[in-house]
């Protein structure tokens, strides 16, 4: 006989404080500071744990789930689009150059994301937050998978898709995003949810996805589409961590709020830096456009952005420190780096061009205040050079922002006619920077910026030749020695794409499928 | 006062949610990108469970969204029965 | 400021002179972005300016146009972006360059491919 | 017409990425597992962790053991995120299906009194254990070497969390909210479980992620499962009357059984490599073992009564057993 009586269901809520809540407890045969050694030394001060909302109260029967079924329909995609030669259906194999960048510079972050989120989930006190990070772990770890699987195909049958791991540890411009986010690894469990959580992932990362996602979507890149915003849709549980993080500390402790400050600027800074490389792929290397990075950057950027900060204003939280800057270098930032990409693109892993007439018109059109005065004439100066045989290329290299380690070719906030130059010396020795931004960076953390891996420093001190290779041979030729330790096949991976293989083969191929 | 967003897959599973949001937000502003729908709302935009149920005659479980998610604004409030997203001042 | 950790956290810097086969000098051409940023190069510190101006110059940026038409007794110099007059005889060590001292010139007239700064 | 030459065959170029091709030996087709296989950045680290200066961020010496290629310790379950997802995905249907099916048959009316109160005082409180247990993975996952082990501890760690979760569930299906705090308290202070915590405890210090996964995943997990979800749940309440508790728990034997096949290929892949990582693992499983025998003596004393030490002893010698084929000497 039921003595029992029928219990009644227990909400969302209810149900998930439950499954989750409780589950920890506090130590007493170690001390606590040494079960959890990372929680204070930021300064971040935390006075109930509890107080962590959770905002998507996914347990794991419910995650396997839904993850279960996104997987399931993402992989059909894939499948599908390899067996059926999808690339074929492409707008141009141009485009493909922007995926490239992606498996070569996102695709690893994704990586350390994965890895950094375990070590939140690991130590961090309250259940809630790090059940968050755990789930982000393994959605991080998700992501690198079906980036690797879903562009696998491309790798088959184009070039610069073979080596995205062992690029990302040598390559010169690859250094951008490597540093990026071994800056935020290396630090603190809560500077580093700052970083990824809030400042890339809530603040920037719309910048990121969407815009690539819609482009796939337009050059019949289904493979991508899929993959993105399957993707995405973890993204937004992601993005919910960033900002409840940030509410948690603002409301915590007062003492918090110029920390968390300190932060935000930083990381937007970092962050937003991370993206010309997203500007530039928007502006020029879609066959079909979505929208300029200069639209994306007022709508993710300006709009949202702005929201978020006057919203976090109640907490005594300014916009970032960078974030005017970062508006005005809208008109400029996308174009500058493509004339770099396109000058060095002898030692890069993907190929470059200028943009058809059809193009620069578009260009012209979204950029009425920069292009045509400062842009098209570099641009048909190349074009120019290029069909004279004798292409512009840089032999030179690069002078190095110490900490966004991008070359310094950004311009004076104001005045796109002159470089920005910054310096600073500490201890006897002296560092370039880009911006006032990455400058303050520097100044505030100058014992980690030491360590900066700089691709230029690190190829004039020897280090980036295969063992036995010698410099002093007659004949050395270092450029060909430098792209041998970086594993890029000369001729193949790089340079223009007018010339290349991946344009020959896909025209080939194309002509065959939609001849006869 | 600034507007929140989301951004749904433009897919047939997505297609009760846009239309739910629609129906209990009447000052969206719809946008369509390649495969994508985002719809800004002023303030404050909630997805109703019941609404969902509505228009397609089966039960819906709010976590379902994140199937069909690509991005959002705003401080997120997610119980049984509606998810909303809103600034706060 | 200091970074925040766990230990005292204190590491040799990275690109200290005595790890490059000469000190590093940055040099800047002024409103000519072809050549991107400004560039890297180690150069042994005995060098005298006048070789910087004969040799190493044209080697980089020999491939612009603008370059031939460059008036060299106009040339302006700036160290640390602040104005610097080079004795071309003298060594760079002489002329005060060391390790990742980045110079500039702007050369007044030339602005560039089309007067784009390029 | 242009469909069916869309569907010709175009030579590819390559047959995989060329750090996959390294590890299976060479340019060929290679399996979804494979080309998620050294997926970790390894060289020119930039900044040292303010949290452990004496490394770099991913750094083998972290540990004791010692490998040429860290991605050789492969899974044989060849688990990435989508195949793992998708198996726990379908076995927790099952586990739906089991819990409606028990709800539903009047299983639970049917449970006897004894067995329900005996089943909730032993499982309760292995929630804890299961968090500590997610806790250690997590920390295996971010201190390890290499894509191919840390991945799949990471998997475990959910693994436990889902775990957590299930005895959660499982006490607020025989029981009231108030087993929670029932068992929470036996966690905390009932002599039964203390020296379990303090082993756990012990093992949320242990710096050496290998070290931590042969206290943790070996050891602990190997005695405790077998012990528990076998020797108390199968061959004592069942019988006597249990249906329930054993249909609910069912995923813990299989999720053990099959999780022993990775961590088995693990050590038998590091114990391979040297003699001296065959030593250094034999010490700290002899030690673990011997220390997770005694921190688990109360608790099957508890569960099963005189028989304790001889189910206990048995789940030593069948892991011994497992270990020895897996070439340490314990």
Redo the contacts between chains.
């Keep these: 006989?039921?003595t029992?009586v029928e219990?009644k269901k227990?909400s969302l809520r209810e149900r998930y404080h439950?499954?989750?809540r409780?589950?920890?407890?506090e130590?007493?045969?170690?001390p606590t500071e040494?079960?959890f050694?990372?929680t204070a030394?930021e300064g971040i001060k935390i006075h109930d744990w509890d107080k962590w909302e959770d905002p998507f109260r996914l347990?794991?029967?419910a995650y396997?789930?839904y993850?279960?079924?996104k997987?399931?329909k993402?992989?059909a995609v894939i499948d599908a689009f390899a067996?059926?030669?999808g690339f074929?259906s492409l707008t141009d194999a141009r485009y493909l150059n922007a995926i490239k960048i992606f498996i070569q510079g996102v695709t690893?972050l994704e990586?350390?994301a994965?890895?950094?989120f375990?070590?939140a989930?690991?130590h961090f006190r309250g259940?809630g937050l790090?059940?968050a990070c755990?789930?982000q772990?393994?959605d991080e770890?998700?992501h690198?998978?079906?980036e690797?699987?879903s562009i696998?195909v491309y790798?088959?049958?184009?070039?610069g898709?073979?080596?995205?791991?062992?690029w990302?540890?040598?390559v010169w411009y690859l250094?951008v995003p490597?540093?990026f986010f071994?800056?935020a690894?290396?630090?603190?469990p809560f500077e580093f949810l700052t970083a990824i959580s809030f400042s890339f992932e809530y603040v920037l990362t719309n910048l990121l996805f969407v815009p690539f996602m819609s482009g796939a979507a337009y050059n019949g890149d289904l493979s991508t589409v899929t993959f993105g915003f399957s993707a995405q849709s973890d993204e937004s549980r992601h993005m919910t961590l960033g900002i409840e993080c940030i509410k948690f500390m603002l409301e915590q402790d007062p003492d918090n709020v110029p920390i968390v400050q300190r932060w935000i600027d930083k990381w937007f800074w970092r962050g937003y830096r991370v993206l010309t490389l997203v500007g530039m792929m928007m502006d020029y290397m879609l066959p079909k456009r979505v929208m300029s990075w200069r639209e994306a950057w007022e709508i993710y950027g300006e709009q949202n952005g702005g929201a978020l900060f006057q919203d976090l204003g109640r907490y005594g939280i300014r916009e970032p420190a960078g974030f005017r800057d970062a508006c005005d270098g809208k008109d400029h930032i996308s174009h500058q780096a493509w004339l770099t990409f396109y000058t060095y693109d002898p030692v890069a892993a993907f190929h470059t061009w200028v943009p058809s007439d059809a193009e620069l018109d578009w260009l012209s059109a979204k950029y009425p205040e920069s292009f045509d005065r400062y842009y098209r004439p570099r641009l048909l100066y190349l074009r120019e050079q290029q069909a004279a045989g004798t292409p512009v290329a840089n032999k030179n290299l690069p002078l190095l922002c110490n900490v966004c380690q991008i070359p310094m070719f950004f311009t004076e906030p104001g005045d796109p006619r002159r470089i920005c130059y910054r310096e600073s010396v500490y201890e006897g020795e002296r560092y370039h920077f880009c911006s006032d931004h990455c400058k303050s960076i520097f100044d505030h953390e100058p014992e980690?910026?030491v360590?900066?891996?700089l691709p230029v420093h690190?190829i004039y001190q020897g280090n980036c030749f295969k063992p036995g290779t010698d410099p002093t041979a007659p004949g050395f030729d270092p450029i060909k020695a430098v792209l041998d330790y970086y594993?890029i096949n000369n001729g193949r991976d790089n340079l223009w794409y007018d010339n290349s293989e991946d344009r020959r083969?896909f025209e080939a191929?194309t002509a065959?499928?939609?001849g006869? | 006062m600034s507007n929140v967003f989301i951004a749904l897959q433009d897919t047939d599973e997505a297609r009760p949610i846009i239309e739910a949001i629609l129906a209990d937000n009447p000052q969206s502003q719809l946008t369509h990108s390649p495969a994508m729908v985002k719809i800004d709302v002023p303030n404050r935009l909630v997805i109703r469970r019941e609404r969902i149920e509505e228009i397609t005659g089966l039960p819906f479980d709010l976590q379902r969204i994140h199937v069909n998610l690509i991005s959002l604004s705003g401080h997120i409030e997610e119980d049984d029965d509606q998810f909303v997203l809103s600034w706060k001042r | 400021m200091a970074?925040?950790?766990?230990?005292p956290?204190r590491?040799a810097p990275r690109d200290t002179v005595d790890k490059f086969p000469a000190p590093i000098l940055y040099i800047g051409w002024e409103d000519h972005m072809m050549f991107v940023s400004p560039i890297c190069l180690p150069v042994p510190p005995d060098t005298p300016f006048q070789a910087l101006m004969d040799k190493i110059l044209p080697d980089a940026y020999g491939m612009h146009p603008d370059f031939a038409k460059i008036d060299w007794s106009k040339v302006q110099w700036f160290k640390s972006g602040k104005p610097f007059v080079p004795e071309p005889a003298k060594t760079l060590r002489e002329n005060g360059l060391g390790h990742k001292d980045v110079i500039r010139f702007r050369t007044p007239g030339l602005e560039g491919i089309g007067g784009a700064y390029f | 017409?242009?469909i069916d030459?869309?569907?010709r065959e175009?030579k590819?170029?390559?047959?995989?990425?060329?750090?996959v091709a390294r590890l299976i030996g060479g340019d060929k087709p290679a399996t979804?597992y494979q080309?998620?296989l050294?997926?970790?950045?390894?060289?020119?680290?930039?900044?040292?962790?303010?949290?452990?200066?004496e490394h770099d961020?991913?750094d083998p010496s972290r540990s004791k053991i010692r490998m040429d290629q860290w991605d050789d310790l492969r899974d044989p379950r060849q688990f990435?995120?989508?195949t793992w997802?998708?198996a726990?995905?379908?076995q927790?249907?099952a586990?739906?299906t089991n819990f409606a099916f028990v709800e539903s048959h009047?299983m639970?009316?049917a449970l006897p009194e004894k067995i329900r109160e005996e089943a909730l005082v032993v499982l309760t409180p292995l929630?804890?254990v299961?968090?500590g247990d997610?806790?250690n993975n997590?920390?295996i996952?971010?201190?390890a070497y290499g894509?191919a082990f840390?991945?799949p501890a990471?998997?475990y760690?959910?693994d436990q969390?889902?775990i957590?979760?299930?005895l959660?569930?499982f006490a607020?299906t025989l029981g009231?909210?108030a087993e929670?705090e029932r068992g929470?308290d036996a966690?905390?202070r009932d002599p039964t479980w203390q020296p379990l915590?303090?082993l756990l405890?012990?093992s949320?210090?242990i710096t050496d992620p290998l070290e931590l996964f042969v206290v943790q995943d070996v050891a602990l997990d190997g005695l405790l499962y077998p012990l528990i979800y076998e020797g108390f749940v199968q061959d004592k309440l069942v019988p006597a009357g249990g249906a329930a508790v054993g249909l609910l728990t069912a995923f813990m034997s299989e999720w053990h059984e099959e999780t022993v096949r990775w961590i088995d290929a693990v050590l038998r892949k590091l114990a391979s490599f040297s003699s001296e990582n065959a030593t250094t693992l034999s010490g700290w499983a002899q030690a673990s073992i011997a220390r997770a025998k005694e921190a688990l003596a109360p608790v099957a004393a508890r569960a099963l009564g005189e028989k304790a030490p001889a189910v206990l002893g048995d789940a030593a010698e069948s892991l011994q057993r497992r270990l020895a084929k897996a070439g340490l000497s314990v």
């Design positions: 006989m039921d029992r219990k227990l439950l499954m989750t409780g589950l920890g407890w130590p007493t045969y170690q040494k079960v050694p990372f030394y347990t794991m029967d396997w789930k993850q279960g079924e997987e399931k993402l992989y067996q059926n030669n074929l690893p990586y350390y994965h890895r950094g375990a070590f989930g690991r259940e790090r059940v755990q789930m772990s393994l770890l998700r690198t998978q079906t690797l699987h696998s790798n088959k049958f184009f070039n898709f073979h080596n995205p791991l062992h990302f540890d040598r250094s490597k540093s071994e800056d690894n290396s630090s603190g980690k910026y360590q900066s891996w690190q594993e083969n191929w065959e499928a939609r006869n | 970074v925040k950790t766990v230990k956290y590491f | 017409m242009s030459l869309k569907t175009i590819p170029l390559r047959h995989t990425y060329t750090h979804r080309e998620t050294g997926a970790q950045p390894s060289a020119n680290f930039h900044y040292r962790p303010t949290w452990d200066l961020l991913f990435y995120y989508a997802t998708m726990r995905a379908r927790f249907e586990v739906e009047g639970l009316a929630r804890h299961a968090w997610n806790m997590s920390q996952c971010a201190t894509a840390t991945a990471m998997l760690a959910m969390l889902g957590a979760q299930l959660t569930r607020l009231e909210a929670l929470r966690w905390l915590r303090r405890e012990d949320f210090v």
